[in-house]
């Protein structure tokens, strides 16, 4: 709606704040006399460093490139996530550096920084607020047609975007009565001479050209004074949910849901995450603690150490899951669910289900690419079949790779399925999850998964 105020205001806070930082960086060096030319060295590195994973920060959790850039309380949200990755970045590159640096200048540079994140933000919402105020941003907004759905765009409308006024509604026939919210002004054939006389900027248009062909005369008409015409087609009749839209060259096709992951730049950016991580979890974790486990299982019970399991993946494409062996050797373990109080569990195998250890060795699944860090817990193939006939949205969860953890398990929607209910709700989670993803949810589900174990689950036995 306003993407050139957008563009303008994405454009000036990336480079006021990389500059800020580059300014402040190459003030601090000035100005501290470093005795030696490695301390020196290792100043100028650590000012690059800032740099980089500040870019790298601000790019994982979209500062610069969300299109609700002036909504303040998004921005703001977005630039504290922003400032918590880099100041994470930044305190784990000086744990393993072998470069020692100044108390002082770390301070200074962390908090000077931080101070100039918080002032740029308010002096933002602040001028915001002016423009808002005197109206320098505002746009003149008519509605053609008058009936409950344009009713609630123009509702809509003045809630995600206060600099916007709506004049009021014109239909296609002559009404007599009248709404305080929304002033019916005229007939289409007034809707023109009334856009020019009182300067309107926007025109928005529910009603059907099919059924109304004269509405694109109207539209042509607007675009020639500079009025900025928008077709609002009401598919709730079809489709009672939000819709998006994609375009294959200039053919517009509506999807049912977004899904971030469909992007090409977006799965790397994910995978690249998963392999990152779950290469830290396999040398700083599993390689002591396979050999551990794998020795405590078999002093405990006659079997292998890992059980192989084939469940549901991407695309429904069944692949071999690997956990830890928690069960006794029997033959319902590709069919039947594991209860509380299973006598098949076996005695340290309660200890690993109910501490999650069991699940741990799927991160080699990850690394494999049959699985991610973060996403729906992957089902065996026979309650997939069985599911799936329940639920209609059900497969929608395999649109994306399962992951080791996932949004309804730390949500309490963990462990075995008892009523259709709950089945419900985990795949409302799952469906959530694929359709708002971003670094950011991974990272909070990764610790409050952390966070949920340590404290103990009730729904992991």
Request: include cysteine.
């Amino acid at each position: 709606m306003n993407s050139r105020f957008d563009n303008l205001f994405r454009i000036f806070f990336a480079f006021t704040d990389l500059g800020f930082l580059c300014v402040l960086h190459l003030v601090l060096l000035l100005n501290f006399n470093f005795l030696t030319n490695s301390a020196n060295i290792s100043h100028v590195v650590f000012f690059i460093m800032n740099n980089i994973f500040w870019l790298i920060s601000s790019y994982l959790t979209e500062v610069y490139i969300n299109d609700k850039i002036l909504n303040f309380k998004k921005f703001a949200r977005r630039t504290s996530r922003a400032f918590i990755l880099y100041l994470l970045f930044l305190l784990i590159y000086l744990y393993f550096s072998r470069f020692s640096f100044n108390a002082q200048y770390l301070v200074i540079s962390f908090g000077s920084f931080l101070a100039y994140l918080i002032v740029s933000r308010i002096l933002f919402l602040q001028i915001s607020r002016y423009i808002a105020k005197k109206k320098l941003a505002l746009n003149k907004v008519i509605i053609l047609g008058n009936n409950a759905f344009a009713k609630d765009l123009a509702v809509k409308l003045k809630k995600a975007n206060h600099s916007l006024t709506i004049l009021g509604c014109f239909s296609e026939k002559a009404r007599t009565e009248n709404d305080d919210n929304f002033t019916y002004l005229g007939t289409l054939e007034d809707s023109m001479q009334y856009a020019v006389a009182n300067q309107v900027t926007e025109i928005y248009c529910t009603l059907s050209p099919e059924v109304y062909p004269d509405i694109y005369d109207i539209a042509q008409y607007a675009e020639n004074l500079c009025m900025r015409f928008r077709f609002v087609p009401d598919l709730h009749y079809f489709v009672d949910r939000e819709v998006h839209v994609d375009y294959v060259n200039n053919i517009p096709v509506l999807s049912l849901r977004s899904e971030p992951l469909e992007d090409f730049g977006v799965k790397v950016k994910k995978r690249v995450f998963d392999i990152v991580f779950s290469s830290l979890v396999a040398l700083f974790l599993l390689s002591w603690l396979v050999p551990l486990i794998a020795l405590l299982i078999k002093l405990d019970s006659k079997g292998p150490v890992f059980f192989l399991q084939e469940r549901s993946g991407l695309n429904n494409k069944p692949f071999k899951c690997i956990k830890f062996r928690s069960l006794k050797i029997n033959d319902e373990a590709n069919s039947k669910q594991v209860t509380r109080g299973d006598k098949r569990i076996t005695k340290l195998g309660k200890f690993l289900r109910k501490s999650s250890i069991d699940e741990l060795p799927q991160f080699f699944n990850v690394l494999k690419g049959d699985m991610s860090v973060v996403g729906p817990r992957p089902h065996m193939l026979k309650h997939t079949e069985e599911y799936s006939s329940i639920i209609m949205k059900y497969m929608i969860r395999h649109y994306q790779k399962p992951g080791v953890t996932g949004y309804a398990q730390v949500n309490g929607f963990r462990g075995e399925i008892k009523t259709e209910d709950q089945l419900i709700k985990r795949i409302e989670y799952d469906v959530w999850y694929i359709e708002n993803w971003s670094i950011w949810l991974d990272l909070k589900i990764i610790i409050k998964t952390i966070i949920v174990t340590l404290k103990g689950d009730e729904n992991a036995f």
